[in-house]
Structure formats: structure tokens, C-alpha cells
RNA sequence: UCCGGUGUAGCUCAACCGGCAGAGCGGGUGGCUGUUAACCACUAGGUUGUAGGUUCGAGUCCUACCACCGGAGCCA
């Protein structure tokens, strides 16, 4: 698949520069970094930026990064021209270079593999580069997030968000499960629980929205089995390792299925994401130094008790906690550090959950609701559960909660039109790349993050 | 919003009881054919977050404000 896509840059770059037959006979191939292994002893093409150098006499070491991984170019003064050797020795960070030489096997170099140049153009000359190979602090590194996402360790983190996200989409889209995009804009609140932004739309108000569930409800009884994938918007002045603003969810929701069902699919995902990334993640994780082992038990069956059981956990650990209240991070932490694996918490009081939660006919105070809470202290990873699908049951509920009725005329349609039991859950994005990467603050996990105080860059 | 902490060179940080503003990295110049965050020598680089105050003297003590960090609440 590599060489076919470089193939097809190398037809392409050939293509546009009118090259006859015979001279791409005589072109060395580009190639990209990580497939470098496969090219030894070829003359071959790089493209891409100066990570970082140092020169030794006659000798000038380029750490090359193109995206794919970094190799080191070694320059000897022997074989380039005196000006162009001189010119190495003083690039700047991040200068934009294209080096054709010879991969060459030397166990010298990091990687084993190493690229002896022949010829180097300078694309571009970089300016002094900020971010050197020492330490930052985060907010400095905050500021430069458009350049900080260069440097490898940022690099691991989005290829595995790219693969956590690609792995939740091939889960449902192998289970049959039909992509619903749900709107941005909302005229009013979904959840009715946390604070909203606000925007002006045309001559009226729309908020942004913080979940795509009640879209997806409707979705569900179109397609049956439904899934979005978009950001969500909190205005909550949250202040911890664990929020943003501007997160991304991705919320399956089905029909004609139950809690247990809804648990089962939530188990199976988070046990197919986990081991997808552990299969082709591998260099990244270990870029990040994460214990792999404690991940490789993720694998159904999850943990499932109560929220009265979880309870009992945290009065057993001593903990400052009142009962009928929602858990706080601190007891979400001691909870779940009883566990190996994910541990799934059922039936928490409906008082403390959304409108939507269907109750429990055994418990009426009980909500038929699941939280998902990650290992190591991550928290929360995923929220659902069984939606009321009685129209008169949610009227109330509605009422109880102080929401506008008209505003969910629309909802309510479809507990009169074939309403039947359904199920379905949201998963954080940003906290299960955080918990799969062992990161010790969310807003590593998001190429741009926003939080209270930060919407720059 | 509340509680706690930090703010000194481009970056990361020192500066003892209030007494000459420092180092490493990065930048510049020079040296060396195997460096892995190289090394060696030399060199430039400062309104100590802002505004007041106390003092012979303030980076250091006091007041207010600003910025950021950590935590709480709220939540995924």
C-alpha cells in the first residue's frame, strides 16, 4: 500500500514536470521514511524538515522527519560542495530539505538505517525554530501548538486518536451501523444539564450543540442502528485535566434494544478499539512510554455493578461521600481503581441524570443508565443507557425538569409514531485517548484544544 | 466562581536573613570523519508580569491587578 501511494506521488510529481521516459529511469524514488527499510542499498529521494542536526568535522548529522518518521541524513564535506556543507552545519530547525542519497544499514544510526547524501536542496530556510529539543513549558508549548504538533511525541498521540477514531467507525460500520450526521446548531438545550454557547442566529438565538443523542433517537427509528461523529460544546467553566470546551463524540443509538444490550456494544467497542491500536500503535506507544501490559486485558467481559455497589466501594474506602449524589472525579478515581479493566456502573439515581433516562419499573427512583469509567483514574469514558420511550412518562419528566415543551414537540413525535425500547450511548473521544495513552492532561488529545482560557491558536 | 501555587535572558530554571542579575539549552564565531538532547573554546543576550508602597537599599517584604498552573464544583 506504501510503495503504491509513493509510486503514485513519484507519477505524479513526473507527470507534472513533463519528464520523458527515459529520464524517470534515471530519477532515484522518492520514498517516505517509514518504508526507508525497504530501500537499502537504492538511491532514493526524501522530502521533508530539519528535526534537528549536529556536525562533527567533515561530517554533518540531519535528522530528517517527513511525517511518517525520522531518519538521519549523514553529509560528508567530501561529497557535496563547500558552500552546501557549511550551509548544513547552520540550517535552522524545520528548514524544508530534499536529499537524495543511498539507505545504507549502520547501526550507528537510531532506526539502524541511515541515508549517505549525494545531492540536498534547500527548499526552505527556516527562522529560528522556538521549540528546540529541550524542555517547554506547556503554556509556551500551548502557544506553538501549530508547530509543537511536529515534535514525535505530540506526532504518537494524533496517529492514535486517527486510530481510535477510524477503529470506533469500522466497529459499527462491521455491525451494520448507518453514519447520521446531527446538527451543530440546536434551537434549544438537549440535556437541559449544562451550560450552553450561545449564538446569534439571524433574528433568533441557537446554541451550540452538546449532543447529538436526541437527533440520533430520531435516526434510530429510520435506520434502526445509528451513529454520529462530531464535536460537542460545553460552557461549563470546568477547570480540570480532564475538559475542554470543544470535544468530539461519537454516539451510537439503537432500536428495540435494552440497557444490557447498550452495555454489551460499549464493552465490545472499547475491548475492538483497545486492541486495535495495541496491534498498530505500537512505535507510538512506545514513544509514549505506555505500559502496554495493563492494556492488553482489555477484554470483554467488563466489570458491571451498581451504582448502590459503587457506593458501598467508596464507604469502605473512607470516602467523603453523600448518598443519591452524582460521583465526583475523586470518587470515580476510587472506584475504578478496584478494577483492571473498565468498570461499568448501572442504576444511579434519575434525579441526578438527564430527562431522557428511562426508569428502572423494579426501582422507580432508579435510572436504566450506564457509565463507563476507565482505569487508572481517567473517569468517565462513556455515558447512556435506556431512553423513556413512554410519551406521558416523558411529558413529565420534561415538566419536572423545567424544559421547554414546544422546543421537544418534535422528540416527542417520536414516542407517538411506533415508539419501541432503544438504547445508546456517548463516547468521549478526547478522555479515551488520553486513558489509552496513559496522557497526564486531555488537552494533549486534541490537535487544537479549547478550554476556558485558551482559543489560540 | 472558590481554594492553593507560580511569574527572573528566546526556552527551562537558580539567586540563602532584603545587600554586585546567574547557569544550562537555544543563537553567533571558531575547532574536530560517527554524532544520537554531541563535545570543546569564545561571544551576544535582562524595564525580574503590571501599578503602587515600605526601606539607606527590593527579584526577595506589603497592597491591588493581570496571566498561567493545580484542585473543587459541573460534566464526556
Known amino acids: 500500500m506504501r510503495r503504491l501511494f509513493s509510486s503514485y506521488l513519484n507519477y505524479r510529481s513526473v507527470f507534472n514536470s513533463r519528464k520523458t521516459r527515459k529520464d524517470v529511469k534515471d530519477m532515484a524514488k522518492q520514498v517516505f521514511i517509514d518504508s526507508a527499510a525497504d530501500y537499502l542499498g537504492q538511491e532514493v529521494v526524501i522530502n521533508g524538515w530539519l528535526y534537528n542536526k549536529t556536525h562533527k568535522g567533515k561530517l554533518a548529522f540531519l535528522m530528517i522527519r517527513d511525517g511518517t518518521g525520522i531518519i538521519q541524513a549523514v553529509v560528508f564535506s567530501g ?14 530547525q524545520e528548514s524544508a530539505l530534499r536529499v537524495t ?3 545504507k544499514e549502520d547501526k550507528r544510526a537510531k532506526g539502524g538505517c541511515e541515508l549517505q547524501v549525494d545531492t540536498l536542496e534547500i527548499i526552505h530556510i527556516a527562522e529560528e525554530y522556538p521549540i528546540t529539543p529541550k524542555e517547554h513549558g506547556t503554556d509556551f508549548l500551548m502557544d506553538h501548538r ?24 469500522d466497529y459499527f460500520d462491521g455491525l451494520g451501523f448507518t453514519l447520521i450526521d446531527a446538527p451543530i446548531f440546536t434551537p434549544s438545550v438537549c440535556e437541559g444539564t449544562t451550560t ?6 439571524f433574528e433568533s438565538k441557537a446554541y451550540l450543540t452538546q449532543s447529538g443523542q436526541l437527533y440520533m433517537e430520531a435516526a434510530a427509528m429510520a435506520f434502526g442502528k445509528v451513529y454520529c461523529f462530531g464535536p460537542t460544546f460545553r460552557a461549563e467553566k470546568s477547570k480540570t485535566r480532564r475538559h475542554l470546551t470543544e470535544f468530539w463524540m461519537i454516539e451510537p443509538e439503537m432500536a428495540y434494544c435494552d440497557l444490557s444490550q447498550d452495555m454489551d456494544l460499549a464493552e465490545g467497542m472499547i475491548e475492538y478499539v483497545v486492541q486495535q491500536v495495541l496491534e498498530n500503535r505500537k512505535d507510538e506507544l512506545e514513544t509514549l512510554e505506555r505500559d502496554t501490559g495493563r492494556l492488553e486485558k482489555i477484554v470483554r467481559p467488563f466489570p458491571r455493578i451498581t451504582y448502590d455497589e459503587a457506593v458501598q466501594i467508596l464507604h469502605e474506602a473512607n470516602a467523603e461521600f453523600k448518598d443519591g449524589d452524582d460521583f465526583g472525579g475523586g470518587d470515580e478515581t476510587i472506584i475504578s481503581d478496584k478494577f483492571e479493566k473498565p468498570v461499568m456502573v448501572t442504576h444511579y439515581p434519575a434525579q441526578v441524570k438527564a430527562f ?8 422507580p427512583d432508579r435510572a436504566l443508565c450506564v457509565d463507563m469509567l476507565a482505569p487508572e483514574g481517567y473517569g468517565e469514558i462513556i455515558g447512556g443507557g435506556q431512553r423513556e420511550d413512554n410519551l406521558d412518562i416523558l411529558l413529565t419528566r420534561i415538566k419536572e425538569h423545567n424544559l421547554p415543551a414546544d422546543a421537544f414537540k418534535w422528540y416527542l ?3 407517538k409514531y411506533g415508539s419501541v425500547p432503544h438504547a445508546g450511548f456517548g463516547l468521549g473521544i478526547e478522555r479515551t485517548v488520553a486513558y489509552i495513552c496513559g496522557l497526564q492532561h486531555i488537552r494533549e488529545t486534541i490537535p487544537f484544544p479549547r478550554t476556558i482560557y485558551r482559543l489560540y491558536p
Request: aromatic content about 8%; some cysteine.
Open 79 to 92: 561529497n557535496v560542495s563547500e558552500e552546501l556543507f557549511e550551509q548544513c552545519i547552520h540550517l535552522p
Open 101 to 103: 542519497g543511498v539507505l
Open 146 to 169: 501549530h508547530l509543537w504538533l511536529r515534535s514525535s511525541r505530540q506526532h504518537a498521540i494524533m496517529k492514535i486518536r486517527h486510530q481510535i477514531i477510524k477503529a470506533c467507525r
Open 196 to 201: 450552553l454557547f450561545e449564538t446569534d442566529y
Open 356 to 363: 431522557y433516562m428511562k426508569t428502572d419499573p423494579a426501582k
Open 413 to 415: 413525535d417520536l414516542r
